[in-house]
Antibody, heavy 117, light 106 residues
Framework: QVRLQESGPGLIKPSETLSLTCAVS??????????WTWFRQPPGKGLEWIGY???????NYSPSLKSRVTMSIDTSKNHFSLKLNSATAADTAVYYC?????????WGQGTLVTVSS | DIQMTQSPSSLSASVGDRVTFTCRAS??????LAWYQQKPEEAPKSLIY???YLQSGVPSRFSGSGSGTDFTLTISSLQPEDFATYYC?????????FGQGTKLEI
């Protein structure tokens, strides 16, 4: 059974880089023609699409975050990662990684990242 | 950005009821629409893609319809496990925006 598990610092300071990894178990991150997607959800609020990394290396990021976002896959560690530079309080959210088509079917459980001094 | 508007924002219903959620896009998105279900403290679950296609494993009591700007998600006979928040998402144009959600309550 394929599982995704997000991990990373739960608390970062403003202006720091938010770095998360999505560990993939039960499958290789390099197998299949999948979209690897990140979403986020501020506490008590709705969902936001951050962007995706397609298996062939093509990326597509939300314009509002594009200047600060990098997504990548590390085949040696079998994980998918998100970096968001220059974090602010507005980036405080539960971050979810997901896999599938453009509409993913497999999700991680999510990880809360708080941006606060 | 394409704005997605869901109505109602909350809905009270009972087990066995038929319920319909509405999602409206601010511009034509063809059928590039998905529906998700999210329960408290859980990740979203994809129910429907391309407006009307059920994801594998989703019960047949869920159905979706619509095209262009107006879409609906219907649950034909509510089950206790269906009480959750439902979101629509367009994936016609980047950024792939969500509606604000409809909370389905008992």
């Amino acid at each position: 059974q394929v599982r995704l598990q997000e991990s990373g610092p739960g608390l970062i300071k403003p202006s720091e880089t938010l770095s998360l990894t999505c560990a993939v178990s039960g499958a290789s991150v390099s197998s299949g023609n999948f979209y690897w997607t990140w979403f986020r959800q501020p506490p008590g609020k709705g969902l936001e699409w951050i962007g995706y990394f397609y298996y062939n290396g093509r990326t597509n990021y939300s314009p509002s975050l594009k200047s600060r976002v990098t997504m990548s896959i590390d085949t040696s560690k079998n994980h998918f990662s998100l970096k968001l530079n220059s974090a602010t309080a507005a980036d405080t959210a539960v971050y979810y990684c997901a896999r599938g088509g453009i509409i993913p079917v497999l999700w991680g459980q999510g990880t809360l990242v708080t941006v606060s001094s | 950005d394409i704005q997605m508007t869901q109505s109602p924002s909350s809905l009270s219903a009972s087990v066995g009821d038929r319920v319909t959620f509405t999602c409206r896009a601010s511009q034509d998105i063809s059928t590039w629409l998905a529906w998700y279900q999210q329960k408290p403290e859980e990740a979203p679950k994809s129910l429907i893609y391309a407006a009307s296609y059920l994801q594998s494993g989703v019960p047949s009591r869920f159905s979706g319809s619509g095209s262009g700007t107006d879409f609906t998600l219907t649950i034909s006979s509510l089950q206790p496990e269906d009480f959750a928040t439902y979101y629509c998402q367009q994936y016609d144009t980047n950024p792939y925006t969500f509606g604000q959600g409809t909370k389905l309550e008992i």
